[in-house]
């Protein structure tokens, strides 16, 4: 296998048109605004440094899941609008990207001009790599680079069929992912500790099993752990979980149960009737008394207790997923909790820790302690998905 090529080994550039993954899928309020803005910011050096060398930046995303249809709620407009002020500069928006005015739309780009392309997954295409539209997404462009580490595990047209059909290279985010990530789990550091919460369930319990053979314990929370516990027969009322992944659930049970990983599920949680701000049936329960018409939102203190010492017997620290519903106050409590032993123990020497992910990026950045940690990855899936040794088709093609 090559070694991909980054923006270093690109020759004269000016007039040129590059198109650029990027993942901006970001957080949007309910007041159509961007919420965290991390992985916008993560794209500025590529975006920069190809500016000054002349070229014009048509950049790619998706955002959300809009199942291959048009979807205004799902519309990277207003993204189009915070990147703009984040550049200091107009950024254009291509609403239609594959239509016949699209490559004369493209052609009255200027030199140094950035336009953002309309969500990817406004396509039925995009995820299912259907070659026309890798190639609608090609014949716009002179040569493609990646800067989504977080988007890099999905083989979709554009970050897997439209780097097959132009050059293509790394971008500075993506290299500066890698060279992280590499440093930090290179050493072997034992014993190792995940903690996988949040509520992509189905697409995070294949790597679950991965990483069960990796690391000395598991800590599951968030939506994740319901499915969990329905699994094992606790009762979770009207909780966020996938009933139908309750075979898959005992399965990884089971085979950590048979290797040296330790699975530690939650003993106590925070429920309510409502996922309002501090609802009035906000209690304290035991994972066997949750009541039908409660949801789990939150990790309880016991849990969180033995977390914490799960954390201090740890040299290695590997975390995607709010631990609870932190969006909705004081369901925050549990993540920030962790959040804070993390940083401590980081500062102190004695734990090595990574965590990644748009919403725990988000949750992090709430609590002010992002920096304190070893290195935050814009990915999540991709992430954990990187530090099980699953290969990122994302990266494969590039090499
Ligand atoms: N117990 C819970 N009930 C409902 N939602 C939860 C719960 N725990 C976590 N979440 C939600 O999980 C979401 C983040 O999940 P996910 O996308 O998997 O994380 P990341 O983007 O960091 O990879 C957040 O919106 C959070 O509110
Ligand atoms: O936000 C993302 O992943 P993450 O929630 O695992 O951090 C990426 O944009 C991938 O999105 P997807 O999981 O809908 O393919």
Redo the contacts with the bound molecule.
């Keep these: 296998m090559s070694v991909p090529q980054t923006l270093d080994d690109l020759g004269e550039i000016a007039g040129q048109i590059a198109l650029v993954r990027v993942?901006f899928?970001v957080p949007i309020g309910n007041d159509g605004a961007v919420g965290d803005d991390t992985r916008l910011r993560a794209s500025l050096p590529t975006v920069m440094a190809l500016r000054r060398r002349g070229a014009v930046i048509l950049l790619l995303s998706?955002l959300?899941?809009p199942k291959g249809k048009p979807n205004a709620a799902f519309s990277l407009a207003p993204v189009a609008k915070t990147y703009s002020s984040l550049l200091g500069d107009e950024v254009h928006f291509l609403e239609d990207w594959t239509g016949p005015g699209a490559q004369r739309a493209v052609s009255e780009l200027e030199a140094g001009d950035v336009a953002l392309l309309e969500n990817t997954r406004f396509y039925a295409g995009e995820e299912s790599n259907d070659p026309e539209l890798a190639s609608a997404m090609a014949d716009l462009a002179d040569f493609y680079v990646n800067d989504a580490f977080?988007?890099s595990h999905?083989a979709h047209a554009s970050t897997v069929g439209v780097a097959r059909l132009l050059p293509s290279y790394m971008g500075r985010a993506l290299e500066d992912e890698i060279g992280a990530l590499q440093s930090a789990t290179g050493l072997g550091r034992r014993p190792s500790t995940a903690i996988i919460g949040?509520a992509?369930i189905s697409?995070k319990l294949n790597v679950l099993e991965q990483l069960s053979t990796k690391v000395d314990n598991l800590i599951i929370g968030g939506a994740m752990a319901n499915t969990f516990l329905a699994a094992l027969n606790k009762p979770i009322g009207r909780s966020l979980a996938e009933r139908n992944l309750e075979d898959a659930a005992l399965r990884i049970l089971k085979s950590a149960s048979q290797g040296k990983c330790q699975i530690h599920l939650p003993q106590d949680v925070m429920v309510g009737r409502e996922l309002t701000p501090h609802p009035l049936s906000l209690r304290t329960a035991l994972v066997e008394d949750v009541a039908a018409d409660e949801m789990i939102l939150d990790l309880g203190p016991l849990t969180v207790a033995k977390t914490l010492d799960v954390l201090r017997s740890s040299q290695l620290l590997i975390w995607?997923g709010p631990l609870g519903a932190f969006e909705t106050p004081p369901f925050e409590t549990s993540t920030f909790a962790i959040a804070q032993a993390a940083a401590e123990l980081t500062r102190k020497g004695s734990l090595t820790s990574l965590a990644?992910?748009?919403?725990t990026v988000a949750a992090l950045n709430n609590s002010g302690l992002t920096a304190d940690l070893t290195h935050v990855s814009t990915?999540?899936?991709?992430f954990l998905e990187w530090v099980a040794g699953i290969a990122l088709p994302g990266l494969q093609v590039l090499t």
């Design positions: 993942d899928n998706h959300g899941r977080s988007a999905r949040g992509k697409s995607n990644g992910g748009g919403d990915g999540g899936g991709a």
